[in-house]
C-alpha cells in the first residue's frame, strides 16, 4: 500500500528565503507525482506535475525534482512571498486509487 | 479552463438528517468524479471514484449506504451524507476529470459539521 510523506508538517520562514519542501513515496512504482497547494478551507491548486521519464519540472519560482528509484521528491521554492503561504501537498496514483495524499507541510512566509 | 464548482461551500446540519453535497464541471465534461475526506491537519482521502451513468465505486471503509454518491450527468455529481453523525463532520472535496487526460481538477470543498 503506497504511503506518502511529507516532512517538515509546518515551516516557518521570513519572506525573501528560498525553501524545500520533501516528500517520500514507499513504492517507487509510480508514473507521476503531482504538488498541490490548499489554502486555509479551500480546494487544491495544482502547481506541477512531473512524469515519472522527468527528474524536474519547474513553474516560475517554483521547481520540483523528481528520484523515482529512492522515492522522494522535492519542491523549491525560490524567493519565497507571504502569498506563498499555504499548505503544500504531494500525491502520486497507486494501484487503483487515482491520488494518495500526503499529510502536507504548512508553509507560513512572514513579511 | 477546467473550473470544479461545489455546493454548499458549508454546511450545519443537526445529527440523524442527511446532507447533499453538489459538485459541478462548470466548464469541461467530466466522465470521472472523485470525493475526498480531510479531517483537519490530515490527508485527502479518496472516498469513492463515480463515472457517468454507472454506480460508484467505494474505497475500502467507506460505507456505500451512507455516502450515497450519483453521477446521472457528465457535469454534475452528489455526495449525500445519509443520517449524519457529528463524526461525518468534516471537509469534503470533489474533484473531476475526463476521459484520456490524467490530471484531476479539483473543486473548493464543502464544510460539513454535524451537531
Known amino acids: 500500500k503506497q504511503e506518502v510523506t511529507q516532512i517538515p508538517a509546518a515551516l516557518s520562514v521570513p519572506e525573501g528565503e528560498n525553501l524545500v519542501l520533501n516528500c517520500s513515496f514507499t513504492?517507487?512504482?509510480?508514473?507521476?507525482l503531482q504538488w498541490f497547494r490548499q489554502d486555509p478551507g479551500k480546494g487544491l491548486t495544482s502547481l506541477l506535475l512531473i512524469q515519472s521519464s522527468q527528474r524536474e519540472q519547474t513553474s516560475g519560482r517554483l521547481n520540483a525534482s523528481l528520484d523515482k528509484s529512492s522515492g522522494r521528491s522535492t519542491l523549491y521554492i525560490a524567493a519565497s512571498q507571504p502569498g506563498d503561504s499555504a499548505t503544500y501537498l504531494c500525491a502520486v496514483p497507486s494501484g487503483n486509487t487515482p491520488l494518495v495524499f500526503g499529510k502536507g507541510t504548512r508553509l507560513s512566509v512572514i513579511a | 479552463g477546467a473550473v470544479v464548482s461545489q455546493h454548499p461551500s458549508r454546511v450545519i446540519c443537526k445529527s440523524g438528517t442527511s446532507v447533499k453535497i453538489e459538485c459541478r464541471s462548470l466548464d469541461f465534461q467530466a466522465t470521472t468524479m472523485f470525493w475526498y475526506r480531510q479531517f483537519p491537519k490530515q490527508s485527502l482521502m479518496l472516498m469513492a471514484t463515480?463515472?457517468?451513468?454507472?454506480?460508484?465505486?467505494?474505497e475500502q471503509g467507506v460505507e456505500k449506504d451512507k455516502f450515497l454518491i450519483n453521477h446521472a450527468s457528465l457535469t454534475l455529481s452528489t455526495l449525500t451524507v445519509t443520517s449524519a453523525h457529528p463524526e461525518d463532520s468534516s471537509f469534503y472535496i470533489c474533484s473531476a476529470s475526463t476521459a484520456g487526460v490524467e490530471t484531476q481538477y479539483f473543486g473548493p470543498g464543502t464544510r460539513l459539521l454535524v451537531l
Open positions: 463515480s463515472n457517468e451513468g454507472s454506480k460508484a465505486t467505494y
Open positions: 513504492d517507487s512504482a509510480i508514473y507521476n
